[in-house]
């Protein structure tokens, strides 16, 4: 099981980052996917995920209309674009696969996680 996430890095606030997590196919275009942060000295929280079913979306209030979750199944990548990012936007984000029927946005629903790319905001 593999999940490879990259693209993090620094920038302004007000910038925009697109971050990548490439899956094994197996895992990938057939399971719902996610996307989660961990900020330094808090727990990891939820940031948005994409059903397997018509890949709807769904996102933590604190990004949405900000984050687009999307997924090129030919690619077997799962994206992440954030736009008009905030420096409390700086944390380890994670891509994970979330298994069938649990909750969309608990951290138990989610059993393979990538090793975590770095975004930093500065104000």
């Known amino acids: 099981v593999q999940l490879q996430a990259s693209g993090g890095g620094l920038v302004q606030a007000g910038g925009s980052l697109r971050l990548s997590c490439v899956a094994s196919e197996r895992i990938f275009n057939n399971y719902p996917m996610g996307w989660f942060r961990q900020a330094p000295g808090k727990e990891r929280e939820f940031v948005g995920t994409?059903?397997?079913?018509?890949?709807?979306?769904y996102y933590a209030d604190s990004v949405k209309g900000r984050f687009t979750i999307s997924r090129d199944r030919g690619r077997n990548t799962l994206y992440l674009q954030m736009n008009s990012l905030k420096p409390e936007d700086t944390a380890v984000y994670y891509c994970a696969r979330r298994r069938f029927g649990r909750d969309r946005e608990s951290l138990g629903s989610y059993d393979y996680w990538g090793q975590g790319t770095q975004v930093t905001v500065s104000s």
């Open positions: 994409i059903d397997l079913n018509y890949d709807n979306t």
